[in-house]
């Protein structure tokens, strides 16, 4: 048996498609200890996420974490489970569903989109066979992740080729590997502050809050801490805000070690210990609202901020399926595709049938040759 996936009913002249791979994070399959135990083990054992030797941090992690955070997760994925599941699967499915049926108007029968997670389901493996099912024979890889870090974009490449090595026909391959200051993001960010804005008022304080990173994946040379000053530096100028207006904090720290700083916790008490009494707060790295955004940030730091002293934290949520959202996602997919035929608005259709009709029958005609 070959250790390789091929095609064994393959049909010359079968019709291709451009696949889209929109990829995040990922969550457990519900919010119990035991699904959520499944996803850390998966999460925490991938190298790119935790750099420590494995025979090292295998001990840790089912020594020690798997057995205490798991039942303290899943109660914090219960207060923002939806109807229709994980808040991050639900919201990237309607912003996949979105972006499908533009591509079904602008490039009609020429795209297959599959969602792909990181982590627990749908795989990326998974994701990748559907398109492979629909006859994609490029592939465009779009981790929704803004800012680059090996621990998520680079992460997801690893799971993408892990998969591709198994084909036997490995398809073209592109990556989004960042589109931190892409002006269609940048603009979706302010048009968000403004409807925040325009509906609650401004608080008195901004805070940008990214996800943290280890200190010593800065300086190690991971690009992540300088895309998050650049996107917070142009959202600022966008909406013409004062250095003192606004801060820029890293979240969701996980472990001992020292990561990037300002911490958005201590940053809440320091802002509340200076008399600032209500804050908003953007998440302008995360893609879709997810545990860190809706139960971290908007739940647990509004706790601490209250706690210290402060009145309001007020949270704007992530761009999710917005509009601006969507149609900036498109056309940085489009200019991504740009050079693949079927993405060419030139492309003639009926032209392209000729020739796989053509194909076909020479491949019919070398069949029924005699030998």
């Not at 998050?228 to 600022?236: G, I």
Request: aromatic letters at 8%; proline letters at 6%.
């Amino acid at each position: 048996m070959s250790r390789f996936i091929g095609t064994q009913d393959f049909v010359h002249g079968r019709p291709t498609k451009i696949g889209i791979l929109l990829c995040n994070l990922g969550t457990p399959d519900e919010p119990t200890a035991s699904a959520v135990r499944r996803y850390l083990a998966e999460f925490l054992s991938d190298r790119r996420v935790v750099e420590i030797p494995p025979f090292v941090w295998q001990v840790i992690l089912h020594g020690i974490i798997l057995r205490v955070r798991p039942r303290r997760s899943a109660h914090a994925y219960a207060k923002v489970w939806r109807d229709d599941g994980s808040p991050l699967l639900a919201i990237t499915r309607q912003q996949a569903a979105a972006i499908r049926e533009e591509f079904d108007e602008q490039l009609p029968g020429r795209i297959a989109l599959a969602v792909g997670m990181r982590y627990g389901n749908p795989s990326i493996g998974a994701a990748l066979q559907e398109l492979r099912a629909a006859n994609v024979r490029k592939i465009l890889v779009v981790p929704l992740y803004p800012q680059y870090a090996a621990a998520t974009t680079a992460s997801v490449f690893d799971a993408v080729t892990a998969e591709l090595r198994r084909w036997r026909w490995v398809p073209a391959l592109r990556l989004i590997d960042e589109y931190h200051q892409d002006p269609g993001y940048i603009h979706a960010l302010a048009d968000s502050l403004d409807e925040h804005w325009n509906e609650h008022g401004r608080a008195e304080h901004l805070l940008m809050s990214f996800h943290g990173t280890p200190k010593r994946s800065l300086l190690a040379g991971d690009p992540y801490h300088c895309q998050v000053h650049a996107t917070a530096r142009l959202l600022a100028e966008h909406r013409t805000l004062a250095p003192d207006e606004y801060t820029v904090c890293f979240q969701s720290r996980f472990g001992r070690a020292e990561w990037l700083q300002p911490y958005t916790e201590q940053t809440l008490k320091t802002l509340a210990d200076r008399g600032v009494r209500t804050v908003d707060v953007i998440c302008p790295g995360f893609a879709a609202d997810c545990l860190e955004t809706l139960e971290e940030i908007a739940l647990q730091y509004a706790e601490v901020f209250r706690a210290a002293g402060g009145e309001s934290l007020r949270y704007v949520p992530a761009l999710n399926d917005r509009t601006a959202h969507i149609e900036a996602l498109v056309r940085l997919i489009r200019r991504n595709l740009a050079g693949w035929d079927q993405a060419d608005t030139g492309w003639d259709p009926a032209r392209d049938e000729e020739l796989r009709r053509a194909a076909a029958a020479r491949a019919e005609a070398m069949m029924q040759a005699p030998d």
